[in-house]
């Protein structure tokens, strides 16, 4: 397709004036520049140099109020010299090139969505050779991953429209690289030809990173499982060989020392239960700070069981270099229930309503096989939860300002009393509601279906939902960008909508992967979206 190219030429010329200086005096400009742009507005910018003397601090500074116009992707100037001291400027302008569509062809076994995701030329974004250069060894990167040591990325520009490009990205994928030899290292208590098995890898099968990912976890989890808790594997080199298309593999392996973890006093808590919240299991490893954790790990789990009191200590016995036994010894104490949950301050709630917005409940009594197990234990951090949702009750019910202190716990004959002081502030009301830069929609048609009501109570969840609903009206008229802001004036208790509605978005190309046995003129039918059109985001949705 030939693609015209306006050319804009921008020509004024100034007799010249008396000079204010020895300087060369600016007495004319020239502004080229391919395509239909605003020349314009480059003259308002460019205007200040003329009959001036010619200050290079002035030049740098319009050039860079050129490319602050977001249009050009290169700004040259030329000079020539004209009679006595006087010059000419030519501004010349390489306009951005934005990439409307990215397309792959050739991709059999890494999806398209894939290869998107790890590209910097996306549709919308300006074309620019060095970003296609590096998006080509981003895909090369991306196939190696997957064994594909061979593929070869090429990619072709069409322009579409002046300063519009279409990119593709043409790949030959090649064979997938095979596992060759695999060796490990480092391995004492176990020989290669074992740890060979329990990872799985087999010679001549296809080979991708997640393949060795796998592997090496299966290895970490068959030494944790033999007792050495700490051991780690990572692969230590590979090495390619494209005339046979083989890579082999070298594995290192960290075996640290055996590790025995003993528990001791713990009756009401078995060990599987402990080693699932420490972060000794985690981290796997032997460290003081990681030891001393654990140690709170133990006690937090004691917590929330019940076991307000119990404490946990920790004993480090042998070589830290072959065996170890590491005892972690539990004194349980007492259990406590919550005698009682008390609000201090709370005026528009009752104690109880309050207390059946929240899990944690009091003792009182239950039939153990059919009451909640967890009836009347304290878990702090779950009471932390309990106090946000009461805040958040307070909130939908217009008290923006609640505050809610934390919790005070008192202890006494194996009962705990927990108390929260409550600062529930000036309820606040909607006195009215309006909407802001809405142009396209009727104030009043959008108004109506809003769940914000006057004379009710401020609900910010349902600003949140009505905030939604104008965006998805905007989103079915093509307006995919619209930004709506609610704010509530406290003073007034005036709702306002501010709407920013921007430009309204057509339809681009349209793709579709892995519709092998559809034609593309089929789906397209059914999408209800035609390319050119303008967007409807409910019939997408659709």
Request: hydrophobic content about 35%; glycine content about 6%; some cysteine.
């Amino acid at each position: 397709m030939t693609i015209t190219l306006m050319l804009a030429l921008l020509i004024i010329q100034i007799a010249p004036g008396q000079p204010p200086s020895d300087a060369e005096i600016v007495s004319g400009v020239e502004v080229q520049c391919e395509g239909n742009y605003p020349v314009d507005e480059v003259y308002k910018l460019i205007s200040p140099l003329l009959h001036a003397p010619l200050r290079r601090y002035k030049l740098r500074k319009t050039v860079e109020e050129i490319y602050g116009l977001g249009l050009f992707s290169q700004v040259k100037v030329d000079k020539v010299s004209l009679e006595g001291k006087n010059v000419k400027l030519t501004f010349i302008l390489q306009p951005k090139e934005i990439v409307r569509d990215v397309r792959f062809k050739g991709n059999k076994h890494v999806s398209e969505t894939r290869l998107r995701a790890a590209l910097k030329s996306k549709e919308g974004t300006e074309y620019a050779e060095e970003i296609v250069r590096q998006d080509v060894n981003r895909i090369r990167r991306l196939y190696k991953g997957v064994g594909f040591y061979e593929v070869k990325v090429t990619t072709e520009v069409r322009k579409l429209v002046p300063q519009e490009v279409e990119l593709t990205f043409r790949i030959e994928e090649g064979d997938r690289a095979l596992i060759g030899q695999v060796s490990f290292v480092g391995n004492s208590a176990f020989n290669s030809k074992t740890l060979l098995k329990e990872s799985k890898l087999k010679e001549n099968t296809p080979y991708s990173e997640e393949t060795l990912r796998t592997a090496m976890e299966k290895v970490e989890k068959f030494y944790v499982k033999k007792g050495f808790l700490t051991a780690k594997v990572r692969k230590l080199r590979e090495a390619y060989f494209p005339m046979i298309n083989r890579i082999n593999l070298q594995i290192e392996v960290r075996e640290g020392p055996m590790v025995k973890v003993i528990f001791k006093g713990n009756r009401h808590m078995g060990e599987d239960d402990l080693k699932e919240g420490m972060l000794l299991f985690r981290l796997r490893e032997l460290s003081e700070f990681v030891l001393r954790r654990s140690v709170l790990d133990i006690e937090t789990a004691y917590r929330r069981m019940g076991f307000y009191n119990a404490k946990a200590s920790y004993q480090v016995e042998g070589d830290m270099k072959r065996n170890v036994v590491v005892t972690f010894k539990v004194e349980e104490g007492e259990r406590f229930k919550i005698k009682r949950i008390e609000f201090e301050g709370n005026r528009a709630f009752t104690d109880e309503e309050l207390k059946r917005r929240i899990s944690t409940k009091e003792s009182g009594w239950s039939i153990p096989f059919l009451g909640n197990k967890r009836k009347g234990i304290y878990d702090e951090e779950l009471f932390k939860i309990d106090l946000k949702a009461l805040e958040i009750f307070y909130r939908r019910n217009g008290y923006l300002d609640v505050r809610i202190g934390e919790p005070k716990v008192e202890v006494k004959d194996k009962k705990l009393t927990v108390k929260v002081e409550i600062d529930e502030g000036k309820r606040r009301w909607v006195k009215g509601i309006r909407i802001e830069g809405c142009k396209i929609f009727k104030e009043r048609e959008l108004l109506k279906r809003l769940s914000t009501k006057v004379n009710e109570p401020i609900n910010e969840e349902t600003l949140i939902s009505d905030r939604i609903y104008i965006k998805s009206r905007y989103a079915e008229r093509g307006y995919l960008y619209a930004q709506v802001e609610p704010r509530y004036d406290p003073t007034s208790g005036l709702v306002t909508f501010y709407v920013e509605e921007g430009k309204q978005v057509r339809v681009g190309r349209i793709t579709f992967s892995g519709n092998e046995r559809t034609d593309r003129s089929v789906l397209m039918r059914e999408m209800g979206l035609k390319e050119g059109q303008v967007f409807n985001a409910a019939k997408l949705a659709e």
